[in-house]
């Protein structure tokens, strides 16, 4: 069974960072890519950063300044550092994988960033 539980998020001043993390289980953790996502209130759930199995990293462009995607194939886990916060990162930070063929989502870990 797949598993997936972010932590990390809380309330920060703008400016401040944080490190998020999502622990994986049920899956070969090292031959997956891994996704970290984020809802702001109002808008669509939106892709902030990929990072596959071995490492290649990619980000939405409007991200890629102030957020680091990063692995730990031995602890099974994915973090997502965010820099110099701003109040509209305020939302919720999910991961996500794929496993034969389908989306395995953790519950989110919400982030509120206040000016």
């Known amino acids: 069974q797949v598993r997936l539980v972010e932590s990390g998020g809380g309330f920060v001043q703008a400016g401040e960072s944080l490190k998020l993390s999502c622990a994986a289980s049920?899956?070969?953790?090292?031959?997956?890519?891994m996704n970290w996502y984020r809802q702001i209130p109002g808008s669509q759930r939106e892709l902030v950063a990929t990072?596959?199995?071995?490492?290649?990293?990619n980000y939405a462009d409007s991200l890629k300044d102030r957020f680091t995607i990063s692995r730990d194939n031995v602890w099974s886990r994915v973090y997502l550092q965010i820099y110099n916060l701003k109040p509209e990162d305020t939302g919720v930070y999910y991961c996500?994988?794929?496993?034969?063929?389908?989306?395995?989502w953790g519950q989110g870990t919400r982030v509120t960033v206040s000016s």
């Open positions: 049920g899956i070969n953790f090292k031959l997956h890519t």
């Open positions: 996500k994988t794929n496993w034969k063929g389908g989306d395995y």
């Open positions: 990072i596959t199995g071995s490492g290649m990293k």
